[in-house]
C-alpha cells in the first residue's frame, strides 16, 4: 500500500490493532446524539478533506489514542459498503502490533476508556458496533488466524 494510490469517494476508516488474542478498544462516550453511545468501537473515523483511507484511519488513531503508526504494519486492508450508509463507502485495516505497550496508549478526548479485548469476545459481543464485528470475523475467517 502506498500514500499515493488514488481511491474514489469513501466516508471513513477504522483500523484494528491485534497484539497476540486481543484487539485494541474503544468504549464510546455514552451521548444520545452519537451513534452506538456506550458501545465498543475500533480507532478510526470520518474523512478529511482529500486524505487517503491509510491518512484518516492513523490520524484518527493518534487523535484517539496517541498512538502512531506506519503503513507497513498493516497487513489487510479491504473497501466496504458502509453499515449505517450502505451507499457509502468505508476503508477498514488490521495490523498486527505484537510490541505495541499499553505505556503507549493514551486515551484522548472522545471516547470513556480504551481496552485490549479478545479477539473472539469482540466478534460475539453485542455491545460492539455492529459492522465492525462483521468485518473484524471475515478478516479472521479469511485469514485463518483466530488472533
Not at 490493532?17 to 444520545?32: C, K
Not at 457509502?88 to 503507549?104: K, P, Q, S
Not at 453485542?126 to 471475515?138: I, Q
Request: hydrophobic fraction near 35%.
Amino acid at each position: 500500500m502506498t500514500m499515493s494510490e488514488d481511491f474514489g469517494p469513501f466516508d471513513g476508516a477504522k483500523i484494528a490493532i491485534l497484539r497476540g488474542g486481543h484487539v485494541l478498544t474503544l468504549l464510546r462516550d455514552d451521548r444520545p446524539d452519537i451513534p452506538y453511545p456506550n458501545d465498543w468501537d475500533l480507532p478510526g473515523g470520518g474523512r478529511e478533506g482529500v486524505e487517503s483511507p491509510f491518512e484518516t484511519v492513523a490520524r484518527e488513531l493518534f487523535e484517539e489514542l496517541s498512538v502512531e503508526i506506519a503503513p507497513e504494519r498493516v497487513i489487510y486492508h479491504r473497501e466496504e459498503a458502509g453499515h449505517t450508509n450502505p451507499g457509502g463507502r468505508v476503508h477498514f485495516f488490521v495490523a498486527r502490533w505484537e510490541t505495541l505497550t499499553d505505556g503507549e496508549i493514551c486515551l484522548g478526548d472522545e471516547g470513556q476508556s480504551w481496552a485490549w479485548m479478545p479477539v473472539g469476545d469482540f466478534v460475539t459481543r453485542e455491545d460492539v458496533v455492529t459492522g465492525l464485528r462483521g468485518r473484524l470475523g471475515r478478516y479472521l475467517a479469511q485469514s485463518g488466524n483466530l488472533a
